[in-house]
């Protein structure tokens, strides 16, 4: 009968542990095991190369690691409880989580609530036992850092893509604190722990590029999001190296080596489909949000301010002989100082999210002159979701806002004068700055440059409505 020689028996331990089988009495079991198995493939004539890959064929990739969960689950209650609580909280928050997107897409009642569960669980409940199921198995001092930071990263990411949806303050923090755990702590440790315990030499430069590439994606994934610059480009660059260069370069070694597709190479397509495909979605999504939702309703917001304006025009004129003149008259200039104070503000905000920081530009191209004043283009804007133009300018206590709010309040005040404080409280949501920017009982610190021209926009068309009304009490008096 073959006997293994020391040598082969050191190779096939060496092997076991490399899978990180913890249990010392359990890996004696198997290395004794896996030999007996070896010398019956090598009594049918086979060397002990070719027998031992027989035999590591036979049993798949995971098998050891199945064995080892499974002595684990029956010897170890602490294991058991964990391993137990990481099944329940995975798939009670999955479901959660797919459920509530349905109902978010019907708008059926009930999805906020349960998106805010399901979330809840994975990330302190699914995750945390994760961890601790994965520090049992592996007992890992090496990986410890790395389960920390996919924690750390995978919390965080879920914590504030609910915050995103839900439309709560801190969500970009968090997802913030997920991309750069992710980039600077676990992408890099990863790789580290690759380069070190290598299954295949000739894949390190696939995993090097991978990783780069993948943070590449990320990264523009994140300034998606965020509606930062160079978002698309970034995108387009990561996934253009994960398909076209990392996934085909890493097939090709893969079945270089083995003979068969394993469960690990489904699961890494699996997994780059379901990444990429949502992210490229969501990063569509946003793009249509441009130019199907803000620019075409700031545009026609734009068209209604022109005809509104036009139509106050038309009307002083037409009274420009009679009685009311003076008064019509003196309504319409003030109207036309406070739109031109808004006016003013517009292009402030323009020329800061145009220019350097502390440089606004002086003239940027997308302002436009026109015979009903300066006119956006908003197409043109570099930066559309640019948070720090209307935090100089519309945020509750800077200058410019407090002169916005002096201006509509002494502009009610004359309304009140002329037509009594009854008749301008049917107008007051119409002229009062706090129906259209943020107030700071609403606790939010940033306003993007598109949503705060919106406002901007529908604050001037509101003051319009206001004169149109008032100037017809003039003639009906």
């Not at 007992?139 to 995103?164: C, D, P, Q, V, W």
């Not at 003196?330 to 800061?352: A, R």
């Not at 945020?395 to 009610?412: M, N, V």
Request: glycine share 8%; aromatic share 10%.
């Amino acid at each position: 009968m073959p006997e293994l020689s020391l040598e082969n028996i050191d190779q096939i331990s060496r092997d076991i542990r490399r899978q990180e089988i913890t249990f010392s009495h359990l890996l004696e079991d198997l290395v004794d095991h896996i030999c007996c198995d070896v010398e019956y493939e090598m009594q049918q004539g086979l060397n002990f190369m070719d027998a031992y890959r027989r035999v590591r064929q036979k049993m798949g990739s995971r098998r050891l690691k199945e064995i080892q969960e499974e002595t684990l689950y029956a010897v170890d209650n602490k294991y058991r409880k964990m391993k137990n609580t990481m099944k329940i909280s995975g798939i009670a928050g999955a479901v959660m989580l797919g459920f509530s997107a349905m109902l978010k897409i019907m708008h059926l009642p009930g999805a906020g609530p349960l998106l805010t569960l399901g979330a809840l669980i994975l990330a302190l409940l699914f995750m945390p036992s994760a961890l601790t199921v994965l520090w049992k198995e592996t007992h890992s001092g090496k990986r410890l850092f790395l389960f920390i930071t996919a924690f750390l990263a995978g919390a965080s990411y879920i914590l504030g893509m609910l915050f995103k949806v839900q439309h709560w303050p801190g969500a970009g923090l968090m997802i913030s604190l997920s991309v750069v755990t992710g980039l600077i702590l676990f992408l890099p440790s990863l790789l580290l722990m690759k380069i070190r315990n290598p299954e295949n030499p000739a894949k390190l430069p696939v995993y090097v590029i991978g990783v780069l590439a993948l943070g590449i994606y990320v990264a523009g994934f994140w300034l998606k999001i965020m509606h930062w610059p160079l978002a698309g480009s970034m995108m387009t660059i990561g996934s253009a190296l994960i398909f076209l260069l990392v996934f085909p370069w890493y097939a090709w070694l893969t079945w270089k080596e083995e003979s068969h597709i394993t469960v690990k190479f489904i699961f890494i397509v699996v997994a780059s489909l379901l990444f990429i495909i949502p992210a490229a979605l969501v990063g569509l999504n946003i793009e249509r949000s441009y130019e199907e939702g803000f620019f075409i309703q700031q545009e026609q917001q734009a068209d209604l301010f022109d005809f509104r304006l036009k139509s106050n025009e038309s009307f002083v004129e037409l009274y420009r002989d009679s009685s009311q003149y003076q008064g019509i008259e003196e309504l319409h200039s003030k109207t036309t100082g406070l739109i031109n104070l808004i006016d003013g503000m517009e292009t402030n905000m323009v020329q800061i999210a145009e220019g350097k920081p502390d440089l606004p530009v002086p003239d940027p191209e997308q302002i436009i002159k026109t015979e009903y004043g300066p006119r956006i283009n908003y197409r043109l804007l570099s930066r559309p979701f640019h948070p720090g133009p209307a935090k100089v300018v519309l945020i509750p206590g800077s200058g410019s806002r407090q002169e916005l709010d002096a201006a509509l309040t002494e502009y009610k005040e004359y309304l009140s004068d002329q037509h009594g404080a009854g008749q301008v409280a049917d107008f007051e949501s119409l002229l009062s700055s706090s129906t259209y920017l943020p107030v700071e009982s609403q606790g939010r610190g940033e306003l993007a440059l598109m949503p705060a021209l919106h406002a901007m926009i529908l604050l001037k068309n509101g003051v319009l409505t206001a004169e149109a009304a008032f100037l017809r009490m003039f003639t009906s008096n």
